[in-house]
């Protein structure tokens, strides 16, 4: 990341750097590894296992070095629709969780 600003306003302009890579472990397990960098905010690295069986179900867990250290969840598919449901824990707010419902025309 670099420290760009406005020409006339000398505001900055936000800048993320993002590089991250997919490893198949095995023909249903992968595993993910996150590197960000961004001004004024600690590098971050992330890491990540999925699972996905045969029947359109998936399990994964997430780990960072950053405010939400761990994470996991779940996520299915019925016909068209995917369901996704996560949970994260952060060192001051505690438990987030999460559901996401993506709709695809495959």
Do not use: C
């Not at 505001?11 to 249903?28: D, H, M, Q, T, Y």
């Not at 996905?52 to 867990?61: E, I, M, N, W």
């Amino acid at each position: 990341p670099f420290r760009a600003a406005y020409k006339n306003s000398g505001e900055p302009i936000a800048s993320v750097l993002n590089a991250g890579f997919k490893w198949k472990v095995s023909g249903r397990t992968s595993a993910f590894l996150e590197s960000e960098m961004s001004p004024g905010i600690p590098y971050s690295l992330r890491s990540g296992l999925e699972y996905v069986s045969a029947a359109d179900f998936s399990l994964r867990l997430g780990v960072s070095n950053t405010y939400l250290p761990v994470s996991f969840g779940t996520g299915f598919r019925v016909r068209n629709i995917i369901i996704d449901l996560s949970a994260s824990y952060h060192l001051q707010l505690g438990t987030t969780m999460s559901v996401s419902l993506i709709y695809s025309r495959k």
